[in-house]
């Protein structure tokens, strides 16, 4: 183990993401557009294709971390499933009876991932998934992969390790022992499906579309136990390339999909760049 991975063990992860987040929200005038100008020279981030290009223009950092992008700088491929996200493809493939391949040496349970949710855990048997990362330069909010009706949130408190490719080598089990908030569909065409949130050393916080709290925002509050809500009765529907969430600072989306489900595309491998929009994958042929 290295000691970048050793240190975060040591860190006080909670607290430094906590004052994290209290400053992302500051509205410090010219300091918060110095600090942002530093931030898009530092990690190469794209303004031209956000809808405001202007540094100036972002009251907050994380105003400019959330920040929507123009109009058509993402179509969406005409495919059965759709890369959800800016970023890279930590792993992806087969689910081994109930364990997800993290990186050698490394898996965990998709009940585990799903906060010891078992029932739900069991439709993913033996199915697929998705581990999508995202760098500090991306784009950072989350869209749907294909339509879906919310059924389910969960939020599942944890640990805060950073969930670079250096640390999934080296933490155990790394996406199942994060804070994470984990978001059930059903798909008239596709089954289930859920899109699980991870956070990370540094996420102030996560938001859906659809949460009633302010801006949508699930954490803070920070709980010790998982809080659930569900929506059966709320008749939610999300379409294609919707928009479902965003993180503030970034993070990592894990998907499940039901045995069959798709066929991922072929040019999908481990450690590729993609961008949101781009075909995932297609449904697979009986």
Known sequence: MNFAVLSQYLIP???????AGKLAHLEGGRLTT????????RYQVNMAEAAHPDIAAYKSFNEFFTRPLQPGARPLALADFI????????????IK????FQAKGHSYSTTALLGGNKNLAQQFENGLFACLYLSPKDYHRIHMPC?????????????????????????PGLFARNERVVCEFASAQHGRFVMVL?????VGSMAT?????????????RSRKPRSWFYDSKNIQLQQGQEMGRFLLGSTVVMLFEKDALEFNADWQPA???QLGEHMGNKRLA
């Open 13 to 19: 992860k909670q607290a430094i993401t906590a004052l």
């Open 34 to 41: 110095a600090v942002i100008r530093w931030f898009v020279q």
């Open 83 to 94: 890369c959800p996200v800016d970023g890279a493809i930590s792993q992806l493939g087969d």
């Open 97 to 100: 009876t109930d364990q997800i």
């Open 147 to 171: 339509e879906g009706q919310l059924k389910s949130m969960t939020y599942v408190p944890g640990a805060l390790f950073s969930v670079n490719p250096s640390t999934a080598q080296g933490v």
């Open 198 to 202: 991870v956070g990370a050393t540094v």
């Open 209 to 221: 579309v659809w949460h009633t709290a302010p801006n949508g925002i699930i954490n803070p509050p």
């Open 272 to 274: 590729r760049a993609i």
